[in-house]
């Protein structure tokens, strides 16, 4: 429930809106520091997760990614292409679960380097250390 108005009583069950504090991430920066961030100047995740290999978590790895991700969606776009040309639509058929299985990694890599290159630009304008865990 919100508030309607300032002279008028609250409701029951009315709860305040949360302050900024709480939105902030607390992070080790890489000079060692404790930092706290917001959200957006935080980007994309930093921590290794439970996985073997370290993920790619800096906007010029997120790049590289995006851009090879590119050029496996236009070799998508040529298999298209050749089965429109050469009417193979049972091709087409069989294989239809690669074109969602390429798009969504293509959408995310893009995404992800966009947030992290706006996460770089406020952290340069608040003078902020790059986060790494």
């Given at each position: 429930?919100?508030r309607?108005?300032?002279?008028?009583?609250?409701?029951?069950?009315?709860?305040?809106g949360?302050?900024?504090?709480?939105?902030?991430?607390?992070?080790?920066a890489e000079?060692?520091e404790l930092?706290?961030y917001?959200p957006?100047?935080?980007?994309?995740?930093?921590d290794?997760?439970?996985?073997?290999?370290?993920?790619?978590?800096?906007?010029?790895?997120?790049?590289?990614?995006?851009?090879?991700?590119?050029?496996?969606?236009?070799?998508l776009?040529?298999?298209?292409?050749?089965?429109?040309?050469?009417?193979?639509?049972?091709?087409?058929?069989?294989?239809?679960w690669?074109?969602?299985?390429c798009?969504?990694p293509?959408?995310?890599?893009?995404?992800?380097?966009?947030?992290?290159?706006?996460?770089?630009k406020?952290?340069r304008?608040?003078?902020?250390p790059?986060?790494?865990?």
């Amino acid at each position: 429930m919100a508030r309607r108005s300032r002279d008028v009583p609250q409701e029951p069950g009315y709860t305040p809106g949360r302050t900024g504090e709480e939105d902030l991430i607390h992070r080790r920066a890489e000079n060692g520091e404790l930092v706290a961030y917001t959200p957006d100047e935080y980007g994309v995740r930093k921590d290794s997760g439970v996985g073997i290999i370290k993920p790619v978590n800096s906007s010029n790895g997120i790049l590289f990614l995006a851009i090879l991700l590119t050029a496996a969606m236009g070799g998508l776009v040529y298999f298209v292409v050749q089965v429109i040309r050469q009417d193979a639509w049972q091709i087409a058929g069989e294989v239809w679960w690669v074109f969602p299985a390429c798009i969504f990694p293509f959408v995310a890599a893009w995404y992800s380097y966009a947030k992290e290159r706006k996460a770089e630009k406020l952290r340069r304008d608040r003078n902020l250390p790059r986060p790494v865990d």
